[in-house]
């Protein structure tokens, strides 16, 4: 009896320390994932200050604003605080049907993910960035008696292309050069302008 009990406390010690490698490993995988999904996001902004606006869904707000937070970017809640303002002027996400058998039915979709937006100076309202979109699709299989699946699906490759999109944009939000300043110019202009005291003395006039 006691050898019984003593060999299956180690074969559950062994049970539990595989189990627990398991989760370990689980636990690194997710982190490198996260840590590398930060690295990707991870863009050099030349603004620190953002007002977003426009018409977009909560999931695509939060996800900016994740990647604003990831670059040290602060979303702002009025433009008189930004030093850039991010209008979302439109966001579709829709299916179209891609393919289908030789009975009539529907086999294949594409999705479509898009966002249509620009960027423009609080102060001044010069565009930073002209009206722009950014487009992606992906092409899935349906089948009709599986049609929960098939809706869960399309979620994850919604929410995967929505983080797409977004990484798109901050990259091009980084490749907007920052627009001068009213103090910025007036600075130019004084640093350029000719001094008096280097003028060539007129010559005299040779006539009389």
């Given at each position: 009896m006691k050898k019984t009990i003593t060999t299956h406390s180690a074969s559950r010690r062994s049970w539990l320390g595989g189990g627990l490698s398991l989760i370990v490993l689980a636990t690194t995988a997710s982190v490198i994932t996260g840590c590398a999904w930060r690295m990707r996001g991870k863009v050099d902004l030349p603004y620190k200050s953002l007002f977003l606006t426009g018409t977009l869904t909560?999931?695509?707000?939060?996800?900016?604003?994740?990647?604003?937070?990831?670059?040290?970017?602060e979303l702002v809640k009025t433009i008189k605080d930004a030093e850039l303002v991010l209008e979302i002027i439109s966001e579709q996400n829709a299916r179209q049907v891609l393919s289908y058998n030789t009975s009539g039915q529907i086999t294949a979709y594409r999705i479509i993910s898009r966002i249509v937006f620009r960027a423009f100076d609080p102060v001044n309202g010069l565009e930073a960035m002209p009206e722009s979109d950014i487009f992606l699709t992906r092409d899935i299989d349906f089948n009709q008696s599986n049609i929960q699946a098939f809706d869960q699906q399309v979620a994850e490759f919604v929410k995967a292309m929505r983080s797409d999109i977004v990484s798109q944009l901050m990259r091009r939000l980084a490749s907007i050069k920052k627009l001068p300043t009213e103090a910025d110019l007036l600075k130019k202009n004084s640093s350029v302008a000719p001094s008096n005291s280097s003028a060539k003395p007129a010559a005299p006039d040779s006539k009389k």
């Open positions: 909560p999931e695509l707000r939060d996800e900016i604003e994740m990647l604003l937070r990831v670059n040290n970017v």
